[in-house]
């Protein structure tokens, strides 16, 4: 194929451009921000699991001490009543025996309930304490994933904006170039996954960086300065300029 020496030297801007798009894609995929978001999520998540973990444990302990202090106060209730029957002295020797066994049990019933009760409310003041500390983590959690996400929106707004730029460049230049060529470049550029035409500077291709020698390098300084020469071993366009060093 042969195409004008200054057109060819046009496939550097193009190639320029791809360069810049594959840069921003190969950003934009391996964006930390992202990373930091997926972050900041999972450690919310976390946080959110600790928080129903310990509201659970204290509605239990709640519930529990509740139920500990019925037991007492019903405790309480009966040894009040037996009480007062055994004061009455309406009652017979035997029954005032009897009543003053079950009131010796129920005292010991009732310091076993309150030792319990006291037990479990210091349970429940440290599971409340401990629901405190893991509801403050999560409010964090969330105030650090909603900045992750506003610096991830604005990494990405940065790149979409830097990728409108330069495939409008990419389309302006790719304007001036004839459609045989541009054919080929692009084609070559699928191929090759990043450009279609590389310089070569001081006999090396810009595009794989290795020198040129022998036969290659021979046909490369004979072909006619508008001959479309390409690399043996990358297959891009080599574009000749003053720098190649024929």
């Given at each position: 194929?042969?195409?004008?020496?200054?057109?060819?030297?046009?496939?550097?801007?193009?190639?320029?451009?791809?360069?810049?798009?594959?840069?921003?894609?190969?950003?934009?995929?391996?964006?930390?921000?992202?990373?930091?978001?997926?972050?900041?999520?999972?450690?919310?998540?976390?946080?959110?699991?600790?928080?129903?973990?310990?509201?659970?444990?204290?509605?239990?302990?709640?519930?529990?001490?509740?139920?500990?202090?019925?037991?007492?106060?019903?405790?309480?209730?009966?040894?009040?009543?037996?009480?007062?029957?055994?004061?009455?002295?309406?009652?017979?020797?035997?029954?005032?025996?009897?009543?003053?066994?079950?009131?010796?049990?129920?005292?010991?019933?009732?310091?076993?309930?309150?030792?319990?009760?006291?037990?479990l409310m210091q349970r429940l003041e440290d599971a409340?304490a401990t629901l405190t500390a893991a509801q403050q983590?999560?409010?964090?959690?969330?105030?650090?994933?909603?900045?992750?996400?506003?610096?991830?929106?604005?990494?990405?707004?940065?790149?979409?904006?830097?990728?409108?730029?330069?495939?409008?460049?990419?389309?302006?230049?790719?304007?001036?170039?004839?459609?045989?060529?541009?054919?080929?470049?692009?084609?070559?550029?699928?191929?090759?996954?990043?450009?279609?035409?590389?310089?070569?500077?001081?006999?090396?291709?810009?595009?794989?960086?290795?020198?040129?020698?022998?036969?290659?390098?021979?046909?490369?300084?004979?072909?006619?300065?508008?001959?479309?020469?390409?690399?043996?071993?990358?297959?891009?366009?080599?574009?000749?300029?003053?720098?190649?060093?024929?």
């Amino acid at each position: 194929m042969k195409a004008d020496h200054f057109e060819q030297q046009k496939l550097l801007d193009l190639a320029a451009e791809d360069v810049a798009l594959t840069q921003l894609a190969h950003r934009q995929r391996t964006l930390p921000e992202v990373a930091a978001v997926q972050a900041a999520e999972e450690a919310e998540r976390t946080l959110s699991a600790d928080v129903v973990r310990a509201e659970t444990e204290v509605k239990d302990l709640g519930r529990e001490v509740k139920r500990l202090e019925s037991d007492v106060e019903t405790v309480r209730a009966r040894e009040a009543k037996d009480q007062r029957l055994l004061e009455s002295g309406s009652v017979s020797p035997k029954e005032m025996t009897n009543l003053q066994h079950e009131l010796d049990s129920l005292k010991r019933r009732q310091s076993d309930l309150e030792d319990q009760e006291l037990e479990l409310m210091q349970r429940l003041e440290d599971a409340e304490a401990t629901l405190t500390a893991a509801q403050q983590g999560l409010e964090q959690a969330r105030a650090d994933r909603e900045r992750a996400e506003q610096a991830r929106d604005d990494a990405l707004a940065d790149i979409a904006d830097g990728t409108k730029q330069h495939e409008a460049a990419r389309a302006e230049v790719a304007g001036k170039i004839s459609a045989p060529l541009l054919s080929l470049y692009d084609r070559i550029r699928t191929q090759t996954g990043s450009t279609g035409a590389a310089m070569l500077r001081a006999r090396a291709c810009q595009g794989c960086r290795l020198e040129l020698y022998g036969n290659e390098l021979t046909a490369v300084r004979n072909a006619d300065p508008h001959e479309v020469v390409r690399c043996e071993n990358c297959g891009r366009i080599l574009v000749r300029t003053a720098e190649s060093g024929l």
